[in-house]
Nanobody, 121 residues
Framework: VQLQASGGGLVQPGGSLRLSCAASGSIFSIRAMAWYRQAPGKQRELAAVIATGGRTTYADSVKGRFTISRDNTKNTVYLQMNSLKPEDTAVYYC????????????????WGQGTQVTVSS
């Protein structure tokens, strides 16, 4: 099982970016999916999470500007980021709790490789 993130880049303040993260491999089911971010010199923090049924939770710092969504038919999670600020600059990591086919009922945590988002004029 692996997660492949894409969509990062350089954007001016006030701009938008959309991140994608696709899970592949021997997947039975995917539970919660999330985006974390880690700015230089700081700890990794949760930006947004979406449950299997679609309920979402956001960090206060991104609420109202970021939208997390998922397409269960594609095993993919998205992060639409609007009104970006320089303080949003970070490496963004996707995360998912995945039940692996044939490995029992427990879910395991998987991480994507990270994608750089830089907000600068």
């Amino acid at each position: 099982v692996q997660l492949q993130a894409s969509g990062g880049g350089l954007v001016q303040p006030g701009g938008s970016l959309r991140l994608s993260c696709a899970a592949s491999g021997s997947i039975f089911s995917i539970r919660a999916m999330a985006w974390y971010r880690q700015a230089p010199g700081k700890q990794r923090e949760l930006a947004a999470v979406i449950a299997t049924g679609g309920r979402t939770t956001y960090a206060d710092s991104v609420k109202g500007r970021f939208t997390i969504s998922r397409d269960n038919t594609k095993n993919t999670v998205y992060l639409q980021m609007n009104s970006l600020k320089p303080e949003d600059t970070a490496v963004y990591y996707c995360n998912a709790e995945i039940v692996v086919r044939g490995a029992g009922p427990d879910g395991y945590d998987y991480w994507g490789q990270g994608t750089q988002v830089t907000v600068s004029s």
